[in-house]
């Protein structure tokens, strides 16, 4: 069921929906074991099933059989079904909406003022044209979606229609208007023509829409990710009986019943919104990197979710995608403002980056105190410590990388990586 979307937001696409995708297994409905997981802000994460979710519980089910429940404000994300590693269509245009939403559809048309939208699984919707930001009519195409997205970004604040026609894309700025009662063409007035003109919806490749910011979205509290490869900016979500209901920050709301529709059911919940932070996407207030001091320095620092030669950040054999890579002697600061309760990393040496032996100690201060102090020894074998400590109340995080055994402190060949770096309530 989809409601009238209320409110506008310029277009853009949703690269930190990438975050969203990856492995998970089987959840509720499935005849196999359940499959299910919870991972919550203290690090931990327990097997099992959702039962139940309203917006400050979640009732969760383990594999022991025990329902236990669990303040929502804890949980950093609920996997919930098998998430796909790409949607279940060869073909399906990507229809993203002025609340950030993302529809992969089956089929799109524009009758008068809306959008009539077919989904995977058999569920239809329809979207008022002037809640929609974009859209994409090809989104399994990655070469095409590139070419689009650099569109975007190029574009002024005009309406855009990109027309795809003997292998070549053209775009026109101008405006853009209604669908006719059929829904085969719609309108477009090219900037400098006062004359409207009809385009067929067959000929288009995308089209853009400049919208105001609506000062009364909702605040997204979850982004959703369903199995047909659809992605939801959810102000609200909850589960009952085995349905969920999703209301997103634009005012819509969308169902999935009681053992989804078609195959289609969520899969995914990313709740880490406004709960954790990683300090990779943070900018530090205060940064004191040798390599600026010293030329003469074969790597250079500090590096965000890589490793000090560029490459994929791996510790003790574990890959991440977040984390920092900091030469010996390195300051980093950053301004909490009080709103955060922990810090956590897993503090070592890259695998495959090579360094000098002897100790290297990090320390953490809050507010000029001193909070937790590692040292640790490049060996034979591989290093990757987990750190945490209090920092609640803290206004400033100061990390300090330092050489040990080092009179002269220059600490050449002498680092760490922090993986997982992160901040959170």
């Known amino acids: 069921m989809l409601k009238e979307v209320i409110s506008r937001r310029t277009g853009g696409r949703l690269a930190g ?110 979207v008022p044209l002037d809640k929609v930001a974009n859209w994409l009519t090809n989104g399994a195409d990655e070469a095409g979606r590139k070419d689009w997205d650099s569109r975007l970004i190029k574009r002024k604040r005009r309406d855009m229609l990109a027309i795809a026609r003997q292998g070549a894309i053209n775009s026109l700025e101008g405006t853009l208007g209604a669908g006719d009662a059929e829904g085969k063409t719609i309108g477009f007035t090219p900037q400098g023509i006062d004359r409207e003109a009809r385009v067929p919806l067959t000929n288009i490749h995308g089209l853009a829409f400049e919208r105001a910011p609506d000062p009364n979205l909702e605040p997204v509290v979850a982004r959703l990710l369903d199995t047909g490869g659809n992605r939801l900016a959810a102000s609200a979500i909850t589960l009952k009986e085995g349905a969920w209901q999703v209301r997103l920050s634009g005012g819509m709301e969308v169902s999935y019943p009681a053992g989804g529709m078609g195959g289609l059911a969520p899969a995914r919940l990313d709740l880490s919104r406004g709960k954790l932070a990683y300090l990779s996407d943070m900018e530090p207030a205060l940064v004191v990197d040798p390599a600026k001091e010293d030329p003469t320095r074969f790597r250079t620092g500090p590096t965000r979710d890589k490793n000090l030669d560029m490459s994929p950040l791996r510790l003790a054999g574990i890959s991440y995608a977040k984390g920092l890579g900091l030469l010996a002697p390195t300051v980093m600061e950053y301004e909490l403002g009080g709103e955060f309760r922990e810090f956590r990393c897993i503090a070592g040496f890259d695998d495959a980056v ?30 990757a410590v987990p750190v945490a400590c209090a920092v609640k109340d803290v206004q400033k995080l100061r990390l300090s990388v330092l050489p040990v055994g080092d009179e002269l402190g220059l600490g050449y060949g002498k680092h760490l990586h922090l993986a997982e770096a992160r901040v959170s309530k």
């Open 354 to 383: 090579s360094g000098a032996s002897g100790p290297v100690v990090l320390v953490i201060e809050g507010d000029g105190r001193e909070l937790a102090r590692r040292e640790l020894v490049r060996g034979p074998s591989r290093v």
């Open 17 to 126: 929906w990438l975050a969203l995708m990856g492995a998970a297994s089987l959840g509720p409905g499935s005849t196999e074991a359940m499959g299910g997981e919870v991972r919550m802000l203290d690090g931990t994460s327990r097997q099992g099933e959702a039962v139940s979710l309203e917006k400050s519980e979640l009732r969760f089910k383990g594999a022991d059989g025990k329902v236990l429940p669990i303040p929502m404000d804890t949980v950093l994300r609920l996997d919930i079904g098998a998430v796909p590693a790409r949607p279940p269509l060869e073909k399906f245009t990507d229809l993203e909406l002025n609340d950030g939403t993302l529809l992969r559809c089956a089929s799109v048309k524009v009758v008068d003022k809306a959008v009539e939208v077919s989904l995977h699984g058999g569920l239809n919707l329809k």
